[in-house]
């Protein structure tokens, strides 16, 4: 039968309830099990895509084009595992469900409630996830905190599960904030224990508790937990700050969690497990020993909220890994590089410049600023999505002389609008899931950078666009030194640009960030730092 781990949260939000829940996920895997995940997220939103980076982080695509909450990707990530849209639940998603329903009459006339009707669609979503893919587990994390008004009904449907598959079979997981007060240097238990009160205030006993902390959990904390909070006192787990996040699955494994967890739910791995824990250390020991250094330029919208970037932070990671580099991002507001002499005195110390996705049009001309730096300076430059795009705009203006050049998002009535808007976007009033969304096939060209970066004719990648180069303008753009190296099969899209006569200066309309893992890097990014490395070598 399917396990189930419900992980919850209680004292704050953003404790990292996303990176214990991947780290158990990673460690239950290797030990063979077939392992998803299913984030909850709260919010009446049926999905992030309408959501302001700046207020919730990065929006993440999956392959079937559902955009949803940034800790999806971290379970990607860590599991090695592509999900899908019913891995994230969320209150908009379970309501307008519900109610399509009764308005279908599929209630027959009965009064409809958030018990059971609401209850009942959280749990059949839950249940489809773990039938579609016949997990052997099931992890299911709570978004928000216990005690929010939003996420009870969600509790109250975990609590009807455990009472559905038995004890033996669901198992649920404490996340809190053991906080030390700088004047007395003492560890408090105090908010563990009034959070799990209000966990058991709605019929829920923590099987399992992990403190996060800045250090290590003191055994007298550990203790004192125990007993205030009625679980054994092996069941406390220490989750202390980490410089690296991929080191938590260790810690955590240390801890004894995977042995707790395995033993409550009678769950017996197989020898794969050492094995796996051989390259994760290699891994490690190559992320936390770097050889050489390096520093981009990270030239985006939103950097007062570094999370808006997570994704492309982690696929640098996961560079530095395979390389053995130490990589520094440095965030500049492209806002900043409006002025030109500004670009000089920002980017005259990074060895290459990434420039990642956005919408509206605050900023651009920094943007396209920082693309003519980084074309003219012999700069190695990955732009990605809207940089994508204005590196074709930058390239209009300053190659090919047409001043006005722009897209059609930023000036409709400019006469050389070499981005514009896709036609299927035309029409459509409605902003949410309405954009080029998801895992689409690529045809790449032979003898391209492209072609040797990817080794490869045809690969597929995720999107999350509505405008795309104006193919009026394709020819004389390649005429002048750019070429479009990656198409859609049709050819009718353009999805890489690279500039040979360039080190690297390499755009691509789709996000692979997305796909990148820890120990298979994405190799648009791999092959973005190993061109920093030569650049800086070069430059010495």
């Not at 039938?131 to 587990?137: P, S």
């Not at 198992?171 to 209000?198: N, R």
Request: aromatic share 8%; with cysteine; hydrophobic share 35%.
């Amino acid at each position: 039968m399917t396990k189930f781990i419900i992980i919850t949260g209680g004292v704050l939000s953003g404790l990292g309830k996303g990176i214990v829940t991947s780290s158990l996920g990673m460690l239950l895997k290797s030990h063979g099990f077939e392992v998803t995940a299913i984030k909850v997220d709260p919010y009446l939103n049926c999905d992030a895509g309408t959501m302001n980076p700046f207020e919730h982080g990065e929006v993440f695509v999956l392959d079937d084009g559902t955009e949803v909450d940034l800790d999806l990707g971290n379970y990607e990530r860590f599991l090695d595992i592509n999900l899908c849209g019913e891995d994230n639940i969320t209150t908009g998603k379970v309501y307008r469900s519900v109610i399509e329903k009764e308005r279908a009459g599929e209630y027959l006339g009965k009064t409809v409630q958030i018990i059971p009707h609401i209850t009942d669609e959280i749990n059949r979503r839950i249940w489809k996830v773990a039938d579609d893919i016949e997990a052997d587990i099931v992890l299911v994390e709570m978004g928000g905190t216990v005690g929010d008004i939003e996420s009870s009904p969600f509790l109250e449907a975990s609590r009807q599960l455990h009472m559905e598959v038995g004890h033996g079979n669901l198992m649920f997981i404490h996340t809190t904030l053991v906080p030390v007060l700088d004047v007395v240097g003492e560890q408090k238990t105090k908010p563990t224990q009034h959070s799990v009160k209000a966990l058991r205030s709605i019929g829920i006993e923590p099987d399992m508790i992990v403190g996060r902390s800045k250090v290590e959990l003191e055994s007298s904390t550990k203790k004192k937990i125990s007993l205030f909070c009625d679980v054994p006192e092996d069941a406390v787990i220490s989750s202390p700050n980490a410089d690296n996040i991929y080191r938590v699955p260790l810690i955590l494994h240390e801890e004894g969690l995977t042995d707790y967890v395995m033993n409550k739910l009678e769950l017996s791995g197989n020898n794969g497990f050492d094995e796996y824990m051989v390259r994760w250390k290699e891994f490690l020991n190559a992320f936390e020993n770097p050889k050489d250094k390096l520093r981009v330029a990270l030239v985006g919208k939103y950097c007062d909220l570094e999370d808006a970037y997570v994704s492309h932070e982690e696929g640098l990671n996961h560079c530095r890994a395979a390389t053995e580099t130490e990589i520094g991002i440095k965030y500049i507001e492209s806002k900043d590089l409006e002025d030109r002499d500004n670009c000089s005195k920002l980017l005259s110390d990074v060895d290459g410049i990434l420039i990642p996705g956005g919408f509206g049009t605050r900023g651009i001309d920094g943007k396209i600023n920082a693309v003519e730096y980084a074309r003219t300076n012999n700069v190695p430059m990955l732009s990605i999505c809207l940089g994508f795009q204005v590196s074709v705009i930058e390239f209009a203006r300053n190659v090919l002389g047409y001043e006005d050049a722009n897209s059609s998002e930023f000036d409709p009535k400019s006469e050389h609008q070499v981005i514009d808007l896709l036609p299927m976007q035309r029409g459509i009033d409605k902003m949410g899931g309405t954009m080029r969304l998801g895992s689409e096939k690529i045809l790449i060209k032979e003898g391209t950078m492209a072609h040797e970066i990817y080794g490869d004719t045809r690969i597929q990648e995720r999107h999350r666009h509505r405008y795309e180069v104006n193919l009026d303008f394709k020819e004389e753009i390649e005429k002048n030194g750019m070429i479009f190296s990656g198409t859609s099969i049709n050819k009718m899209r353009m999805e890489i640009l690279e500039i040979p006569e360039h080190p690297f200066f390499v755009g691509s309309q789709f996000h692979p960030e997305f796909k990148s893992r820890p120990m298979e890097p994405a190799p648009l990014f791999l092959a973005f730092v190993k061109a920093m490395l030569d650049f800086k070598e070069e430059s010495k």
